[in-house]
């Protein structure tokens, strides 16, 4: 069983920038980000592959910078010029596979809210 311990997430002003942190007590493959605003879906914001390929949701491309440290199981999310539209709940994700297959694991959570 793998833990992901996310951290790093508060208020902040409209333009400000965060950093998220997400630690994984074990190996993993790939990592991502995903958040949920209120009454709204969970949606993709960012995902590393174990390479470092990376992949942007539309509305965080040029703002959102994910990187991975595979030395330290962890994997960050910098936020830049936010916006009020970018509060929400971020989650953490990351898989691994074995004999059984994939298995997907999430953290607890971290509350990013942007001030207008």
């Known amino acids: 069983q793998v833990q992901l311990v996310e951290s790093g997430g508060g208020l902040v002003q409209t333009g400000g920038s965060l950093r998220l942190s997400c630690a994984a007590s074990g190996s993993i493959a790939n990592m991502g980000w995903y958040r949920q605003a209120p009454g709204k879906k969970r949606e993709l914001v960012a995902t590393?592959?174990?390479?470092?390929?990376?992949n942007y949701a539309d509305s965080v491309k040029g703002r959102f910078t994910i990187s991975r440290d595979n030395a330290k199981n962890t994997v960050y999310l910098q936020m830049n010029s936010l916006k009020p539209e970018d509060t929400a709940v971020y989650y953490c994700?990351?898989?691994?596979?074995?004999?059984?297959?994939?298995?997907?694991?999430w953290g607890q959570g971290t509350q990013v809210t942007v001030s207008s």
């Open positions: 590393i592959t174990s390479g470092g390929s990376t």
């Open positions: 994700n990351a898989d691994r596979y074995t004999f059984a297959g994939r298995i997907d694991y």
